[in-house]
């Protein structure tokens, strides 16, 4: 992260061998044994060999057509699900993409770039850029074929062969440019996988169309095969990775043996597939359901990946493991805990570059909803929500909701205070495996839809200098940082040592069940003697968050401290240690006092400041609701310089 001023956060710098060796002792041998393997088969010339341009022959003769791994429910009934706009929005989707427009990331409507300039190298030129560095993630979300579920949910709708045909036509120019192997859509097992699995959706929902010709359900066969070929030779990098790679490259070789069943090595990708799968929740998914990439929006990727997973082995006829599917059940009820049901949004938690597999739902990318109600359904067969729009994408995958089940008081998984219709999530994370984001007893407010303290997001991972993965650092969350450092040690853009590790130390409920105050504390700036330590208590409309530094030994050095809210990007009027905020329900009133120094008040916007003495930062001030989108926010600032012990306490005032 870039400096800023005394109280930026600072990327340490060791030397690279240093930094190696502390890596492997703490990310462990189950990280770095697979890697090492990977970068053994990649540096000897295995990959290349194994992955030969264009693919090795296919064995003749191959299945005339994939086999229809699934039908949705009845056109006539998803229709009424999604009402007059819900088709609109669906059928205007569709009609991009038959244009070739599509609205990656969720952001404005741009060019499907699905031919590559030639000449293409091997896929191995392309593994984490394009030969100019420019970012890849737009190519791959491009080539994900995410978008051309559209007009297969067109066609099924409507019957209208259009449709149809505009998807074979994609299909076609997307194969014809992209030799398997070749170029930066194979460069990537788990953009090959996901490819594999919105191909595999689409085609059940179009193999009774016409323009579905035996010659270009023939291709689909080849391609399908050619893309489960190159998964096997890099799931020890998914390995490494630990995350959302390791499930979707395995549901993406259990779908090849799935749709293609007759070929000569199905059995052998279910087999890693399913191996991969259920190694991936086993390892990934806690036991209270809190996900390894420490992500919302990753985590409900891998509950999409988990509707498929019951598609396939509903397919099969053999149902998920008791432990896999107990784990998978936590999963979504974590998820849940975390849904502001006035907007069906989670908070903004870690790394958020846009991912949505089987993007089926006509509601918007931030609705949470339609994922949390089918992975319920897929897992528990129950629906979790009451019946609502958010029920189309059950119904796309085959699925019928029923009447959602009374809730009940959960007392284990993420924090979650509430008082009326303002509730908040504080952050206190015990890590098992990487971080993705330095946010330890960050927290998140929210009040009638509106998230007042938000998590800024992402924005970009490999932009030039400051925003290559910048909104990653402590200093861009709802939380304090001292001497201008981050609570961890950050390696590299995506990796953070020394892990700071959170303890939770009270918590208290009302009558009712419902959590009404909370305390935790984190060692991340244990290298300096200090700990955080972080209240958190409501009572009506009152929200106080008490921030507390101590000594863990015998100290008086002073050091900068500074107190971080970002906040909507409302009317404003800040008078002394109170700032006001006009909001479409009412005015939010921050009050920020500290003992035993006043801390000193500034307001930032969109890298500028507005108001205080705070040198500006062009990182700060900004929100970033999905991956390459950012968009002003307030950021206030509460800085003082003072030795421990301090405390600095902000009051919440929210209207009745």
Known sequence: MPQNGKMAARMVRTPKLQTLVKAARQLGPAAVLPY????????SGWLRRQTPPGGRPQPAPLPAAPQVLLQPAAAAQIRRSLGQDGQKRLLADAQAAAKGRARLFDGPERPLKLTPKEPLGH???YHSHLPDGSDIKPVWEAGRFGWATRLAQAYWLSGEESHAESFWRLFERFNAANPANCGPHWSSAQEVALRLIHWAYCYSLL??????TPDRQ????????LHAERIPSTLDYARAQNNNHLLSEGLGLATAAAALPSHPQAGRWAQQGWAAFNEGIARQVHADGAYAQHSSNYQRLMLSLTCWAQILARHSGQ??????????????GWLQTLLDEASGQVPNLGPNDGAYVLPLSALPFADFRPVLQAAHLAIRGQASLPRGAWNDLALWLGWKPGQAPKPSSKTSGPLRLQSGRAWAYLRAARFQERPGHADQLHLDLWWRGHNLAADPGTYF??????WDNALAGSAAHNTLTIDGRDQMTRASRFLWLDWAQAEVLEQRRDRTGRLVSAAAQHDGYRSLGLRHRRSVQVRGSLWSVRDEVYSTHPATKRYPMRLHWLLPDWPWELQGNQL??????????LAVSGEPLAPALSLLRAGRRLAGKAQAAPTLGWYSPSYASKRPALALLADVEAAAPLTLTTQWTLPD
Do not use: F
Request: proline share 5%.
């Open 207 to 212: 193999a009774g169309a016409g323009a579905s």
């Open 36 to 43: 090492a393997g990977y970068q053994l088969r990649l540096r």
């Open 461 to 466: 991972y490999t932009a030039a200098v400051p």
């Open 218 to 225: 023939a291709a689909l066969v080849q391609a399908m095969a």
């Open 319 to 332: 149902p998920l493991s008791l432990a896999t599917s107990q784990r998978l059940a936590a999963a979504a």
């Open 580 to 589: 006001a905020l006009q909001g479409p329900d009412g005015t939010i009133l």
């Open 123 to 125: 896929w191995l030129r």
